[in-house]
Each structure stands twice: as C-alpha cells, then as structure tokens.
C-alpha cells in the first residue's frame, strides 16, 4: 500500500472515531437531560401529593430513573433509555393522578385548647 492511501485511511479512521464519539456524548447529553426532566416531574408529582394518591407510580418511576442511571453508567445507553421511557411514563401518571387540590396533605388545624 503506498504512503499517501494509508494516511487517507488513517485520517478517515480517525474522522469516523470523532463522529462516533460525538454522538455518544450528545447522546449521554440527551440523558442527562431526561434525567434531570424525569427528576423534575418526580419532584412536582410528590409536591402534588402524588405518595397519597399514586404511591405505585411513584415507586415505579423511581425504580426506572435508578435502573437508567445504572445502566448509562455501564455503557449500556439503549436499555438506560427504555429505563427512562418507563420512568417518564409513571411520573406523569403520578402527576396526572395528583391533583394538588385533591391530594396534597392538609395543614394541621389548631384547636383553641
């Protein structure tokens, strides 16, 4: 092979890593984002009153948010991803089953005793 084809090959070689990596990290950027999404959702669901009203759904989306970040941080990016579809999913159930009006805890009443 001469000299001029192996640089091309190496320089395309090398192109294609850095196209590979860069998806993988706007990939990993796309997670976090999710995550912080899912965890925000998590937040205003239990604000809601969603332990009283939907303590299942709320356990579930826990449950996937933990099991994403686990499998995100041992490479396996497309199982943390259903992991995260399965938490945004009972997140929103949660909220959508916690209507603040209905669910959130009521302030204690003081009795003038």
Do not use: K, W
């Not at 999913?89 to 959508?96: D, F, G, P, Y």
């Amino acid at each position: 092979m001469r000299r001029g084809a192996v640089m091309a090959l190496a320089v395309g070689a090398a192109l294609a890593l850095g196209t590979a990596l860069g998806f993988g990290c706007g990939r990993n950027a796309a997670l976090d984002s999710q995550v912080d999404r899912i965890g925000q959702l998590l937040l205003d669901a239990e604000g809601s009153g969603a332990m009283r009203c939907a303590p299942r759904e709320m356990a579930v989306a826990r449950s996937q948010l933990e099991f994403a970040e686990l499998e995100r941080q041992q490479g396996f990016t497309s199982r943390a991803e259903q992991h995260l579809l399965l938490a945004d999913q009972h997140a929103r159930a949660a909220l959508l089953l916690s209507p603040s009006a209905h669910c959130r805890p009521r302030p204690a009443v003081e009795t003038g005793e």
